[in-house]
């Protein structure tokens, strides 16, 4: 790389291991579970700077993109390095295919572009994913902000309860909201954690009016800290909508996903249910699809 020299030999820690290098960090990347990681620190040939380079290798672009997406808080400045990245005051982030590359240093003088020139190298010599996780093709595209779209292994709108959820940010008249989806295992486990999450608001707020023709179940809610939601199930799938808004603003962004995730899985739908209806009966030896299965 011209104006870099690796210093030494990159040290690859194995996932189990990585405590050893980072400490408490560690539980962190477990939760996506990380394969290694590999390190290796460079001088600038001119003597005014250093950088470390992280590459946490993960099993899929899925938990490597949810892995890079927790660093979004705060101020950042997003790049023109595929898949995507941003860097922050003392450091850039990128998430490429089933890599999450942390890149740590500075130098005399413009530090950014020289650790930006850095990155994309390391970045160039590595597989792209073909784009972000399918599940985000759900959410409207209208009001959505930019480079908001996070995977969260362990949780959503401070909750726990709705860990494994991938997340985006809205801004609607101004307004944020925040929306999140979570594919469940089935549709059972949709309608369990679809309740958990409305008896939250039993317990400490107030449950509104459902909304008519949304999904198959949901519930809206509000409360004086957590906030309005409107939440719904449709097939394995539960959605949901926070925010501080105006009822009508969530329920909206609510349906928009509600005819998006439809018009995908329409066709499954009907032909799943063709094949219900038209199986001879006493025949078990089918094994039709989640949605297709009367309960």
């Given amino acids: 790389m011209p104006g870099w020299r690796l210093e030494q030999d990159p040290i690859v820690v194995p996932g189990n291991k990585l405590s050893t290098y980072m400490d408490q960090d560690a539980a962190t990347f477990a939760r996506y579970d990380v394969i290694d990681m590999t390190a290796g620190n460079y001088v600038a040939t001119d003597g005014n700077g250093f950088a470390t380079v992280e590459i946490f290798r993960f099993p899929d672009f899925v938990k490597a993109f949810g892995a890079y997406s927790r660093?979004?808080?705060?101020?950042?400045?997003f790049l023109n390095i595929?898949?995507?990245?941003?860097?922050?005051?003392?450091s850039i982030h990128l998430w490429r295919g089933p890599f999450y590359i942390r890149v740590t240093g500075g130098a005399a003088k413009n530090a950014g572009e020289s650790l930006t020139r850095l990155t994309a190298f390391v970045a160039d010599r590595m597989p792209a994913a073909a784009a972000k996780p399918a599940v985000f093709n759900f959410f409207p595209v209208t009001g959505r902000v930019a480079n908001s779209e996070r995977y969260s292994a362990d949780q959503a709108l401070g909750m726990r309860l709705l860990a494994n959820s991938f997340q985006a940010a809205f801004n609607v008249d101004n307004q944020p909201i925040n929306g999140i989806i979570i594919p469940a295992a089935n549709r059972d486990a949709a309608a369990k954690l679809l309740d958990a999450f409305r008896n939250l608001y039993v317990r400490n707020g107030k449950l509104m009016d459902p909304v008519v023709n949304l999904g198959e179940d949901n519930f809206t809610a509000e409360d004086k800290y957590m906030g309005r939601t409107v939440a719904f199930r449709i097939d394995r799938f539960l959605i949901a909508f926070n925010g501080f808004n105006d009822r009508q603003k969530l329920i909206d962004l609510a349906s928009s996903t509600d005819q998006r995730i439809l018009g995908t899985i329409r066709k499954q739908l009907v032909t799943a249910d063709q094949q219900t209806e038209n199986r001879p009966s006493g025949n078990t030896n089918e094994n039709p699809p989640p949605w297709a299965q009367r309960h």
């Fill in 82 to 90: 595929a898949n995507e990245a941003f860097i922050k005051k003392y």
């Fill in 71 to 77: 660093q979004k808080d705060g101020p950042v400045q």
